[in-house]
């Protein structure tokens, strides 16, 4: 199995910056692309960034491209999202994701495992 522990949530003013991170635990090897996902009350649950194995590919959502980056430290097994010029529009519950297949993915349903979320609140 595979663990994903989130950590690097907060409340911060709009404008401002936070950086999650994710350790992987367990049977990393079988982790290929990872992602971070977010989700807002009362909204779906949608992909915010993503990234390849090698770390040589990304994908971002139209909404944070600009802003958000995504990274990976394989050799510490963890992923990690530095969000910049943060608004009160991200705030939102963010959950890492890992998928067992090389190919990417964009939706929550292709991803194999999850971390429990970390609570982002960005104030006006």
């Known amino acids: 199995q595979v663990q994903l522990v989130e950590s690097g949530g907060g409340l911060v003013q709009a404008g401002g910056s936070l950086r999650l991170s994710c350790a992987a635990s367990?049977?990393?090897?079988?982790?290929?692309?990872m992602g971070w996902f977010r989700q807002a009350p009362g909204k779906e649950r949608e992909l915010v960034a993503a990234i390849n194995w090698s770390g040589g590919n990304t994908y971002y959502a139209d909404s944070v491209k600009g802003r958000f980056a995504i990274s990976r430290d394989n050799a510490k097994n963890t992923v990690y999202l530095q969000m910049n010029s943060l608004k009160p529009e991200d705030t939102a519950v963010y959950y890492c994701?890992?998928?067992?297949?090389?190919?990417?993915?964009?939706?929550?349903?292709?991803?194999?495992?999850w971390g429990q979320g970390t609570q982002v609140t960005v104030s006006s």
């Open positions: 367990g049977r990393t090897f079988s982790i290929y692309p």
């Open positions: 994701a890992g998928r067992r297949t090389v190919a990417a993915a964009v939706e929550s349903w292709e991803y194999d495992y």
